[in-house]
């Protein structure tokens, strides 16, 4: 029997792939559901994978991680993922970023698929059955045990470390079944082959609570420190009045004692603690890493499409053209009303100041601001806030062709439980899907 245990996009594709290959397979669910993190992906749309030439999805990844996932993702491409689901009637857009959705459905319909795929392949699915620990015996997989349903309100379970802790071959083959009950309220159960797809550590409500790497570590594998990736970024007396405001398509600039250290273009969002979106979710992984270094500030080119020169000569054609605007409105043609009074004090100058006033150094100061606002100094990157983690499971301990540890037999590992962590744009569940895959069919055919 192969057991993989976590429900999520990895476990389902590991469960399914197995079953499929004709093994008897049980998904173990810690949570009352399958597919939390699918759901909730893409705002509740899914974003499904990223289009084009695998050897492009994989130059949004680090190399260190695009060269472990390669061989999966040729194996189980995001062609191979588009067309799971559109032969089962999603109908799916490619937006102009390369960012796959469903069209009119959602993330529930996505899942919906997918499950329809595990039942169809007599995948056993046992929610509400948190794996507690797992269980190794001479280097090989024995087996886990499973704890009592978790009540989500409560939060779920912490897991134990346990590499050997008890002889569960032993305990089982005593009972002369492949299972049977532990301490009250646990169950072990037997297995040579084992998938352990739990996750990472964000979103801990969802059920992703790190339980997976405890466990790793105790097999004997090397844990890299989980950070935070993807993750919104908490600013230094950040303004909660600018809440819910957003800056369309500008490129937001992180930078290390002066020096820029990562820049992301796109949307971003002003939250009650700092700032979100895509843009602050692009640089954040870089930003958390490099936190202890010293003072990390944002900054925002507010209108990258137009040079300095550009933005001089038009504040100097709405001055004359319009003497009697106030400042405030010159801006507001390039960012929200809301913020452009901000921008204007922030750069020293009045915001009602009639266009027609506005000397050389007080345009100059705006045009600065519009291609470089301060936005504050990093205070702290919230990992349990992130879409994903970095770090995880070292890569060089598991075989990118099979996903199987190097150090310990019948174990295999796959999805964020590993130290990868893709940008924003379907690239981290096109990883997860492909090596839940290959997880599935190595353990099948080892
Ligand atoms: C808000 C949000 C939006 C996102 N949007 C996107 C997107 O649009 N596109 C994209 O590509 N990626 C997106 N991601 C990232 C993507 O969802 C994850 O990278 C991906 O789901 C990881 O898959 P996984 O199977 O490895 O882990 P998970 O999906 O986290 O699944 C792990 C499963 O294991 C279960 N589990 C944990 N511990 C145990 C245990 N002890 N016993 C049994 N079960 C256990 C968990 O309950 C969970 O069901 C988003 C993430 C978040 C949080």
Redesign the pocket.
């Known amino acids: 029997m192969i057991l993989v245990?976590?429900?999520?996009?990895?476990?389902?594709f590991a469960a399914w792939r197995a079953a499929s290959l004709g093994a008897r397979v049980t998904l173990?669910?810690?949570?009352s559901?399958?597919?939390?993190?699918?759901l909730?992906?893409?705002?509740g749309?899914?974003?499904?994978?990223?289009d084009g030439p695998i050897e492009e999805v994989l130059r949004a990844f680090r190399p260190e991680e695009a060269r472990f996932i390669r061989p999966a993702c040729y194996r189980w491409t995001n062609r191979q993922v588009v067309e799971m689901l559109t032969s089962r009637g999603l109908e799916v857009y490619t937006r102009p970023d390369g960012?796959i959705f469903p069209v009119d459905g959602t993330a529930k319909d996505v899942l919906r698929i997918l499950r329809s795929y595990l039942d169809e392949a007599g995948v056993e699915v046992r929610l509400d059955?948190?794996?507690?620990d797992v269980h190794a015996e001479g280097g090989r997989i024995v087996g886990v045990t499973?704890g009592p349903p978790m009540p989500a309100h409560k939060g779920?379970?912490k897991?134990t470390a346990g590499y050997g802790a008890k002889s569960l071959l032993q305990a089982v083959q005593a009972e002369d079944t492949p299972s049977g009950a532990a301490r009250s309220g646990e169950e072990l159960i037997a297995c040579e082959r084992l998938v352990l797809?739990?996750?990472?550590s964000?979103?801990p409500n969802?059920?992703?609570?790190g339980?997976?790497w405890p466990w790793a570590r105790a097999l004997g594998h090397t844990v890299l420190k989980p950070q935070a990736a993807?993750a919104p970024i908490y600013l230094e007396g950040a303004d909660p009045e600018r809440s819910g405001v957003a800056l369309r398509d500008c490129v937001l600039k992180a930078r290390l004692a002066g020096k820029e250290i990562a820049r992301w273009r796109g949307d971003l969002l002003f939250t009650h603690h700092g700032v979100s979106g895509p843009c602050a979710l692009g640089v954040s992984r870089v930003v958390a890493e490099r936190l202890a270094q010293g003072e990390i500030a944002l900054e925002a080119d507010i209108v990258p499409n137009l040079p300095h020169e550009r933005l001089q000569e038009e504040f100097v054609a709405v001055g004359r053209e319009h003497p009697k605007r106030p400042v405030c409105s010159l801006i507001a043609l390039h960012l929200p009303s809301r913020l452009s009074d901000d921008l204007c004090r922030e750069s020293g100058v009045d915001p009602d100041l009639p266009a027609g006033r506005l000397d050389k150094r007080s345009r100059n100061r705006l045009v600065e601001a519009l291609k470089g606002w301060r936005l504050g100094a990093v205070r702290h990157v919230p990992l349990e806030k992130?879409?994903?983690v970095a770090g995880g499971v070292a890569l060089d301990e598991v075989d990118p062709q099979t996903m199987h540890s190097r150090l310990v037999e019948g174990l295999y590992l796959?999805?964020?439980?590993l130290d990868i962590?893709?940008p924003?744009?379907?690239?981290?569940?096109?990883?997860?899907f492909a090596?839940?895959y290959v997880a599935g069919e190595s353990a099948t055919h080892p």
């Open positions: 245990v976590g429900a999520g996009a990895a476990g389902i173990l669910e810690k949570t559901r399958i597919g939390t993190k699918i909730i992906s893409g705002g749309k899914c974003n499904i994978t990223h960012r059955s948190p794996v507690v499973v779920y379970a897991p797809a739990v996750g990472g964000s979103y969802s059920g992703t609570t339980d997976g993807l992130g879409e994903v796959c999805g964020e439980i962590a893709g924003v744009g379907g690239y981290n569940l096109q990883a997860a090596t839940g």
